[in-house]
């Protein structure tokens, strides 16, 4: 899970302002509970500020019962990958989106794995989806492997 590579750059910022020792694991539920707790975000700098809120927009709205801890924000992380990159990134323009709107580190080359794991599945969808006559299913994954690939 691509995910559970993701650090925040600024953790031990972080950890000063929630008082306790947080891992660096953006995705870590530690981290999770103690980013969608009432934290006063006003005391941090506007940059990490909006990083913050954007993080807590795009990954942690949910309806779930056990929000954070529901697998929602590691699945909606994984998504967003893989829609910058089928928006055109590449792993390192990806990496650098990641590091300037939500303050979050991640290797290229832990992207390009992630990227390239995810051809295989979606080509593993494609050929099972081929064989059970799912068509639509079938094009639907081709479509998305090129959007990929390319
Ligand atoms: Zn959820």
Redesign the pocket.
């Given at each position: 899970m691509i995910a559970t590579k993701a650090r925040f750059r600024h953790a031990r910022r972080l950890e000063r302002l929630v008082g306790y020792r947080l891992p660096d694991q953006a995705f870590h539920g530690a981290t999770l509970e103690a980013v969608s707790s009432r934290l006063d975000y006003e005391h941090l700098d506007h940059t990490l500020h909006d990083q913050m809120i954007r993080f807590i927009h795009s990954f942690l709205k949910?309806r779930?019962k056990d929000?954070p801890m529901?697998?929602?924000p590691e699945r909606k992380f994984g998504r967003e990958i893989l829609e910058l990159r089928e928006n055109g990134l590449d792993h390192r323009q990806i990496a650098g989106y990641l590091l300037e709107e939500y303050g979050i580190d991640l290797y290229p080359a832990d992207l390009l794995s992630y990227l390239e794991d995810s051809v295989h599945v979606l080509e593993a969808i494609r050929d099972i989806s081929c064989l059970k006559n799912r068509a639509n299913l079938a094009a639907s994954a081709a479509e998305h492997i090129s959007l990929l690939e390319r």
């Open positions: 949910c779930c929000t529901c697998g929602c």
